[in-house]
């Protein structure tokens, strides 16, 4: 049992593990921190695959600015008072759910890959390091693709702004 | 022994089926979201398990760019559920059914 | 070989006046222009005809000129040309001259009418149709003349288009033959398919190697359109009605030349016809039919141009008859002299309507020989030759007919020889009532009625004349047409020897029948044999009786109508024919029109329009309890149904 195994092991069943309070919590707050919890494991596991600039920038985005918003609304909206989970859609989604997943499982686990490798193969990794790897690729062939996805971010922070606005803003500004 | 690339993606299935039920089950449209995330963070799991086998780093990428969206889309949708609670004070997804025919 | 281009102008002349007249006639060529536009137009086809018949019976043999393809059709061309043999020569001959002297007539009878360039321009065009039919080489062009005829007869028929029984004679008229048109198309596929070819000399080459049961059924198919076109049983309903259209249409198209069409196409034919005595059976028994029939209708109608036609249709089939006892060119013989005295005839029942103002209820006539001499002295050589007294045409062309039968089958010999005495006493029942001492005329009329105007009395001596003197030309018309019509003289470029054996086989039915050729020998033996004998007393007997009950009024008609009423019931409803065809197709028709509209479209295909309608609407609203609105429940219906794709997916993988 080398590191990569215990690391595998410890970070996907605490993942799972939070990943179930996530889903079946009652408190919205403990909810939240579950969420983090399996935000930092999902971290971890990349950098087990050998991730690093991945795995740094989940944490960074994910575990700390979503986590933020979502934070932020929950303080906004009074607490909820409900039941947090449904009866009768869990009657029918858990075993179906449960169906999916095996076949998934069945599909991953037996199912025939082959796909085109490409050239970062576990020698050049190991030289140039994963963030100059994904940077040479990022700036290069993706180019466009990465000058879109800063648009939509801010397409999407000016929309978060107008949507969310309370209505006496507008008339001020009137 | 490394840990073989395929239990990644079966993890990874566990966690999609997992955020799947909590979007189906949960109540509060703010937890929705919060499984939502769930869903996209398997997903990443998926892809660099996928990019580990195939030696490219094209599945990174495109991490990098899910990062990015579920960015935007968590701020949009909460903006949403703010406007929404304004107007119907109430963040129940039972009551929330206007496209009831 | 001479150059025979000339030949074209036959049909062509009269095409052009009909583009001339059809064009420029309704602003520049009013009356009379456009009238001797068509006279000049058919009398140059009639002196090239001419022509052209002296040719041919000075050197003999057969020319076939073709103008261009018009269409090919596998290995076999489909062309425009023009077959010139005596029997052709012959047809065109008589078509373009007694056209000319009609078209001549029209001038003046159509005085005063409007659309006059109209008549001209369609009866011009009637003659170019007619003579694509003749000159044709091939069946196609035949076809293309056959229905060119029906279409313009429609046309002229319904000239009064403003008369309603005028439309719906014409339209009666062009769907009748169409019936027989389908049948004709039907016999021509059949011979393509056969044949490989539907030029004639190719098929009169290639008939041997068919069996009889296909020669015969292309025979009896093509025979079929000739009993539309020729107006025999059964579909003989139109040509009455056909009398709507005016005078001197009734004259060219129905009784001398479209009419003629179906006899003409028979004798044409005859190689394929001869090889089939079951063909032969069939024209003479159709022909013997219409021939009896049409004799007793025509006993009993008042109306002055149907009688003759009538008598046309019995006319008519009297040369069927003579085709079907394998006497062609009697029957060929008999379409020209019928076509001379039956124009005449009509000619002068139209001089007759002009006088009396178109009346047609010849009881409302008489003592018109008194008024209009020409016109009644001409009629009455026209009956005189119609009823077959010598020495008048008829006599010469008629009886051999009525002879040749007695050797041949004495059955038809008894019911064309009864049809030769009625014919003789219907004709001088007209002649009686209208222009002797009959004294119904109207005394306001009486005042106005005289002989008409020079361009109608002279066609009217001219086809007289002929009529007198184109019997004595008995001999000259054998000796014309044997090359054509016998198997014996046929010359091996217009029939192999194969195909000779066969017709000598179909025509063995009247090799024993010996009638003499000569118009002199002919009249002699006819009074000196017993046959002879009866046969002229017939029909003296047939103008005696007619004498003696509208003339002289000895025995009274009144009482034979009531002694024999069922009989004359029968007769004056035409034998029921157009009563059972109203029932039958009419009213079946009408019968299967409604149960298709109920079943077929308000059933079925509003069922089916409404219906999907319906179905549309029912399962929105069952689908739509699917929309709760609920998020949740949408995300559940994903996840069941990715579940249940990919376990699919999965399991025929």
């Known amino acids: 049992m080398d590191l990569n195994a215990i690391a595998f092991w410890t970070f996907s069943t605490l993942a799972v593990l939070s990943a179930i309070y996530v889903v079946f919590g009652k408190n919205i707050v403990y909810t939240v921190l579950a969420l983090i919890s399996t935000l930092i494991m999902v971290s971890g596991l990349f950098f087990t695959l050998g991730a690093e600039l991945v795995g740094a920038l989940q944490i960074l985005i994910y575990a700390v600015a979503i986590v933020v918003f979502y934070v932020l609304v929950i303080s906004t909206v009074p607490e909820y008072k409900g039941k947090p989970v449904d009866g009768k859609y869990m009657l029918l989604s858990i075993p179906f759910g449960f169906i999916l997943f095996l076949e998934l499982a069945y599909v991953s686990l037996y199912g025939a890959w082959q796909s085109a490798t490409g050239i970062f193969d576990e020698k050049v990794i190991n030289e140039i390091g994963n963030a100059k790897a994904v940077g040479t690729l990022l700036f290069t062939k993706y180019l466009f693709p990465f000058e879109v996805a800063s648009l939509i971010l801010l397409v999407a922070m000016i929309g978060a702004i107008i949507i969310g606005r309370k209505k006496e803003d507008v008339h001020q500004e009137a | ?72 889309e968590a701020a949009i949708g909460l903006g949403l559920i703010m406007a929404i609670y304004r107007l119907k004070k109430d963040v129940d997804v039972e009551k929330l059914t206007e496209l009831k025919l | 070989m001479e150059n025979l281009n000339y030949l074209w102008i036959i049909p ?126 091939n069946l196609v062009q035949l076809f293309f003349g056959w229905e060119g005829v029906g279409l313009v007869s429609y046309l ?14 014409a339209f009666e008229s062009f769907i009748v033959n169409r019936v027989g048109d389908w049948s004709f198309l039907i016999g021509v596929l059949l011979a393509f398919v056969v044949f490989g070819t539907l030029d004639y000399l190719d098929i009169f080459a290639k008939l041997p190697e068919a069996g009889y049961w296909t020669i015969t059924a292309i025979a009896l198919l093509l025979f079929g359109g000739a009993v539309g076109k020729s107006a025999q049983i059964p579909l003989h309903i139109w040509l009455p009605n056909a009398m709507e259209g005016p005078t001197p249409v009734s004259a060219l198209i129905h009784a001398a030349t479209m009419v003629a069409a179906g006899v003409y196409m028979v004798a044409r034919l005859m190689p394929i016809f001869a090889s089939s005595s079951v063909a032969l059976d069939t024209v003479l028994y159709i022909g013997t039919a219409s021939a009896f029939v049409a004799a007793t209708i025509g006993l009993v109608q008042n109306d002055i141009k149907r009688i003759i036609a009538y008598s046309t249709m019995s006319q008519l089939g009297y040369m069927f008859a003579a085709e079907g006892l394998g006497r062609f060119i009697d029957g060929m013989f008999h379409l020209t002299s ?153 010359p091996d470029t217009y029939a192999p020897e194969a195909t000779k054996r066969l017709m ?150």
Not at chain 2, 18 to 39: A, F, P, Q, W
Not at chain 3, 63 to 92: E, R
Not at chain 3, 613 to 622: D, F, I, P
Request: glycine share 8%; charged share 15%.
């Open chain 2, 1 to 72: 022994m490394s840990i073989p690339y395929e239990y990644y993606i079966v993890l990874s299935g566990l966690l999609m089926v997992l955020g799947l039920i909590g979007i189906i089950v949960r109540k509060n449209i703010i937890t929705i979201l919060i499984s939502t995330e769930l869903m996209l963070n398997s997903v990443n799991i998926a892809f660099v398990a996928f990019d580990m086998k195939l030696h490219d780093v094209a599945g990174q990428i495109f991490v990098f760019f899910i990062l990015t969206i579920a960015a935007a």
């Open chain 3, 338 to 490: 019928h076509a001379t005295f039956k124009a005449l005839l009509f000619l002068a029942a139209g001089s007759v309507l002009i006088g009396v103002h178109h009346i047609l209820n010849i009881w409302k006539m008489g003592q018109l020989r008194k008024y209009m001499p020409i016109t009644a002295a001409t009629f009455l050589v026209g009956a005189l030759s119609l009823a077959g007294i010598p020495p008048f045409a008829g006599f010469f062309s008629k009886d051999p007919i009525i002879e040749a039968a007695f050797h041949i089958n004495w059955v038809v010999w008894l019911f064309l020889w009864i049809g030769a005495g009625l014919t003789a006493f219907y004709i001088f029942r007209l002649y009686f009532l209208v222009f002797e001492d009959g004294d119904h005329l109207d005394p306001h009329i009486k005042k106005h009625v005289h002989e008409s105007p020079w361009n109608m009395t002279l066609p009217l001596i001219v086809l007289a004349t002929a009529t007198v003197v184109l019997g004595f030309f008995r001999e000259f018309f054998f000796e014309y047409l044997r090359p054509v019509l016998d198997p014996r003289a046929m």
């Open chain 3, 12 to 137: 062509f002349s009269p095409l052009i006046a009909s583009i001339i007249i059809g064009i420029f006639g309704f602003k520049f060529l009013k009356e009379p222009l456009s009238g001797i536009v068509a006279v000049i137009g058919v009398a140059i086809s009639a002196v090239a005809a001419v022509i052209g018949f002296l040719h041919v019976h000075e050197h003999g043999g057969h020319y076939d000129l073709k103008l261009f393809t018009w269409m090919p059709l596998g290995d076999y061309n489909i062309s425009v040309s023009l077959f010139w043999d005596p029997l052709s020569a012959l047809m065109s001959c008589v078509v373009t001259v007694i056209s000319t002297f009609i078209f001549i007539f029209a001038t003046g009878y159509m005085r005063g009418e409007p659309g006059y360039p109209r008549f001209f321009a369609y009866l011009s065009l009637f003659v170019f149709m007619m003579l694509m039919l003749t000159l044709s080489d």
């Open chain 3, 504 to 653: 000598e086989e179909g025509l063995s039915r009247a090799e024993h029948v010996h009638i003499p050729e000569d118009a002199i020998e002919f009249l002699i033996e006819s009074l000196t044999s017993p046959l002879g004998i009866l046969t002229l007393l017939t029909a003296l007997g047939g103008i005696f009786a007619a004498y003696l009950i509208y003339q002289k009024q000895v025995i009274s008609y009144k009482w034979l109508g009531e002694t024999f009423k069922p009989l004359y019931n029968l007769f004056y409803n035409r034998w029921y024919f157009d009563h059972f065809y109203y029932a039958v197709f009419v009213r079946g028709y009408l019968k299967l029109s409604k149960y298709l509209w109920y079943v077929g479209d308000k059933l079925i295909i509003d069922g089916i329009v409404d219906g999907s309608g319906k179905l549309a609407v029912w399962t929105g609203h069952k689908l739509a309890l699917t929309q709760t609105g609920r998020i949740s429940a949408y995300v559940l219906q994903m996840l069941i149904a990715m579940a249940i794709f990919l376990g699919l997916f999965l399991l025929i993988k």
């Open chain 3, 156 to 169: 002229l028929i319904g000239y009064y288009h403003n008369k309603r029984s005028a439309v719906n004679a």
